[in-house]
């Protein structure tokens, strides 16, 4: 998973900000900065032609004499942004965000997504893993990772949606990640958890859904198979998506081997998609993603 993003340095900040395309808005953004003593270090925009709305991503250090700290840059660039009508966040780029993986009975993205974590190669420090089986504690143990069973049937899924939110609040979670969580979330967690959410879907989507979706691939004949991360949404399967994986499939392949295939592409579409969004490099646009990539 190759970067050719700059590297972040320990004072660089990003600035996310979406609103209503008009003229002069990058050049507010980057005068704003330059007035401040910034100098940019990575700067993507995007404008919607069919929405009509703008997507911006700067990174940025504070450098020299007129050096000035994140909480003062917010509230200085109030002023802007009510101008604009943006909606927008200035977070430090070093920042780890605190993340809490869900997991069932398969362990290949959680083993993927503790491994990355573990050398640095995702932004993110895993806090605790949460399964509805006890089958993966000792993974999440080898890595000294805080591993909490919480089982759920229809009779106790409210609780236990109910502790998972404890442990979010408790534990200051910024990202929930679905690793093969074999439950369907509530309508009311799902809302609970809008924007911070990421899930792993094994397959592209729309595709083959229920279960054994190898199977039924593999019985189809098909020549790719893929994987998609997407935003947790109370639509299943339906929110934006943020990443997808594709691997071609050759007629000689067993069904183990085409499983195979499909679970590294899981792996690698929801690595893929933590990190941008540990990068602040996902912006939400209604039901689809701008993805600024490295």
């Given at each position: 998973?190759?970067?050719?993003?700059?590297?972040?340095?320990?004072?660089?900040?990003?600035?996310?900000?979406?609103?209503?395309?008009?003229?002069?808005?990058?050049?507010?953004?980057?005068?704003?900065l330059?007035?401040?003593?910034?100098?940019?270090?990575?700067?993507q925009?995007?404008h919607?032609?069919?929405?009509?709305?703008?997507?911006?991503?700067?990174?940025f250090?504070?450098?020299?004499?007129?050096?000035?700290?994140?909480?003062?840059?917010?509230?200085?660039?109030?002023?802007?942004?009510?101008r604009?009508?943006?909606?927008?966040r200035?977070?430090?780029?070093?920042?780890?965000?605190?993340?809490?993986?869900m997991?069932?009975?398969?362990?290949?993205?959680?083993?993927?997504?503790?491994?990355?974590?573990?050398?640095g190669?995702l932004?993110?420090?895993?806090?605790?893993?949460?399964?509805?089986?006890?089958?993966?504690?000792?993974?999440?143990?080898?890595?000294?990772?805080?591993?909490?069973?919480?089982?759920?049937?229809?009779?106790?899924?409210?609780?236990?949606?109910a502790?998972?939110?404890?442990?979010?609040?408790?534990?200051?979670?910024?990202?929930?990640?679905?690793?093969?969580?074999?439950?369907?979330?509530?309508?009311?967690?799902c809302?609970q958890?809008?924007?911070?959410?990421?899930?792993?879907h094994?397959?592209?989507?729309?595709?083959?859904?229920?279960?054994?979706?190898?199977?039924?691939?593999?019985?189809?004949?098909?020549?790719?198979?893929?994987?998609?991360?997407?935003?947790?949404?109370?639509?299943?399967?339906?929110?934006?998506?943020?990443?997808?994986?594709?691997?071609?499939?050759?007629?000689?392949?067993?069904?183990e081997?085409?499983?195979?295939?499909?679970?590294d592409?899981e792996?690698?579409?929801?690595?893929?998609?933590?990190?941008?969004?540990?990068?602040?490099?996902?912006?939400?646009?209604?039901?689809?993603?701008?993805?600024?990539?490295?």
């Amino acid at each position: 998973m190759p970067s050719t993003a700059p590297a972040a340095a320990s004072g660089d900040l990003i600035l996310t900000l979406s609103c209503p395309d008009r003229p002069g808005i990058v050049y507010a953004v980057s005068g704003f900065l330059a007035e401040r003593g910034c100098t940019i270090v990575e700067s993507q925009q995007f404008h919607d032609r069919e929405s009509g709305a703008f997507f911006m991503r700067v990174q940025f250090a504070s450098i020299g004499e007129r050096a000035i700290g994140p909480d003062d840059l917010r509230r200085e660039f109030g002023t802007i942004a009510d101008r604009f009508t943006m909606s927008w966040r200035l977070v430090p780029a070093t920042h780890k965000q605190r993340v809490l993986i869900m997991v069932s009975r398969f362990g290949h993205c959680l083993n993927d997504l503790l491994y990355r974590a573990g050398t640095g190669a995702l932004n993110i420090d895993v806090v605790a893993v949460v399964s509805n089986h006890p089958d993966l504690g000792a993974m999440a143990d080898s890595y000294n990772v805080p591993f909490h069973h919480i089982p759920v049937t229809s009779q106790t899924k409210p609780a236990a949606e109910a502790q998972l939110l404890d442990l979010v609040s408790e534990l200051q979670v910024d990202l929930v990640v679905l690793a093969r969580y074999m439950q369907i979330l509530s309508t009311d967690l799902c809302k609970q958890l809008e924007g911070r959410a990421i899930n792993i879907h094994h397959s592209m989507l729309p595709s083959f859904k229920g279960a054994q979706p190898y199977r039924r691939a593999y019985d189809r004949g098909v020549k790719l198979v893929g994987a998609t991360a997407h935003y947790v949404t109370a639509d299943l399967d339906e929110g934006p998506i943020i990443d997808q994986a594709v691997a071609r499939v050759d007629h000689a392949m067993t069904v183990e081997e085409v499983t195979a295939l499909g679970r590294d592409n899981e792996c690698l579409a929801l690595a893929r998609a933590v990190r941008s969004h540990a990068e602040n490099r996902v912006l939400l646009n209604g039901h689809r993603t701008v993805v600024f990539n490295h």
